[in-house]
């Protein structure tokens, strides 16, 4: 009887772990403070009242009437890791796009340079006398890296910031006007496209900006109206945005 009774005490090491883990009352009101603090701040939409949600509205419209066009860019493309808003993935993602996109062309363009710079140099180098077999194939090598390299960093220089403009470059005209508009796609292609063409005199930059402005206008209408058909324009993440941002400052307030 003795033997099954002891075998439900706690020992005094099992019984000073609890004492020191329990959590003092202090600490217990502390952490209700917290979660007051944050259900208040608006950091849980479904636990906010009206009346608070009413106020956060009128900061987030206060603060969006006061900002101006280089306020909008920074707050667009300026990431903020404690904000995880749909703005903030939008532009992440387009930039990983654009980059992916880039290094995607340069190699396989480059693929292709290689085969040709093989080929010229066996063909200008067919009476070229070589000490050994092993010394004519490395220098064969040597040479199509080097031609190869120098032909895909360029590459990369001249398609990462078109692919930058195309894709992030509505998302800006869009900020420094502070809505969205059917035009923004066209105007963006237009300038990406007619700076990319600017070394080659201005007739061909005047022509690729026009015809950068076709696409752009098609693409441009059919997206305005469809974000906003779902509610995912610029004004609605942005202003979606400036909300997080206003919530979390409130929590840590």
Same mark, same amino acid.
């Given at each position: 009887?003795?033997?099954?009774?002891?075998?439900?005490?706690?020992?005094?090491?099992?019984?000073?772990?609890?004492?020191?883990?329990?959590?003092?009352?202090?600490?217990?009101?502390?952490?209700?403070?917290?979660?007051?603090?944050?259900?208040?701040?608006?950091?849980?939409?479904?636990?906010?009242?009206?009346?608070?949600?009413?106020?956060?509205?009128?900061?987030?419209?206060?603060?969006?009437?006061?900002?101006?066009?280089?306020?909008?860019?920074?707050?667009?493309?300026?990431?903020?890791?404690?904000?995880?808003?749909?703005?903030?993935?939008?532009?992440?993602?387009?930039?990983?796009?654009?980059?992916?996109?880039?290094?995607?062309?340069?190699?396989?363009?480059?693929?292709? *340079?290689?085969?040709?710079?093989?080929?010229? %140099?066996?063909? /200008?180098?067919?009476? +070229?006398?070589? #000490?050994? @077999?092993?010394?004519?194939? *490395?220098?064969?090598?040597?040479?199509?890296? %080097?031609?190869? /390299?120098?032909?895909? +960093?360029?590459? #990369?220089? @001249?398609?990462?910031?078109?692919?930058?403009?195309?894709?992030?470059?509505?998302?800006?005209?869009?900020?420094?006007?502070?809505?969205?508009?059917?035009?923004?796609?066209?105007?963006?292609?237009?300038?990406?496209?007619?700076?990319?063409?600017?070394?080659?005199?201005?007739?061909?930059?005047?022509?690729?900006?026009?015809?950068?402005?076709?696409?752009?206008?098609?693409?441009?209408?059919?997206?305005?109206?469809?974000?906003?058909?779902?509610?995912?324009?610029?004004?609605?993440?942005?202003?979606?945005?400036?909300?997080?941002?206003?919530?979390?400052?409130?929590?840590?307030?």
């Amino acid at each position: 009887m003795i033997h099954c009774f002891n075998e439900y005490l706690v020992s005094q090491e099992e019984e000073d772990d609890f004492i020191v883990n329990v959590p003092s009352v202090d600490t217990i009101d502390e952490e209700l403070r917290a979660r007051d603090k944050a259900i208040h701040s608006g950091m849980f939409p479904e636990l906010v009242t009206k009346q608070e949600d009413e106020s956060i509205n009128q900061t987030v419209d206060n603060i969006l009437a006061q900002q101006s066009a280089m306020d909008r860019l920074r707050t667009t493309f300026v990431f903020d890791r404690l904000i995880d808003s749909r703005l903030n993935e939008s532009v992440r993602s387009n930039f990983q796009l654009a980059g992916s996109l880039s290094i995607l062309t340069a190699g396989l363009m480059g693929l292709g *340079r290689m085969i040709v710079v093989q080929d010229q %140099y066996l063909k /200008g180098n067919q009476l +070229t006398t070589y #000490l050994t @077999k092993e010394s004519a194939h *490395r220098h064969l090598l040597d040479t199509s890296f %080097y031609q190869t /390299g120098k032909f895909v +960093t360029g590459l #990369l220089f @001249k398609i990462f910031p078109m692919s930058c403009g195309i894709l992030l470059g509505p998302m800006a005209v869009q900020a420094l006007n502070g809505r969205s508009t059917p035009l923004d796609h066209a105007v963006a292609y237009s300038a990406t496209l007619g700076l990319y063409c600017a070394p080659r005199g201005v007739k061909r930059m005047f022509a690729a900006s026009v015809i950068a402005s076709v696409p752009g206008l098609l693409f441009g209408f059919a997206k305005y109206y469809g974000d906003q058909q779902f509610q995912i324009s610029f004004e609605d993440l942005y202003r979606e945005h400036v909300k997080k941002e206003c919530t979390l400052y409130r929590l840590h307030l």
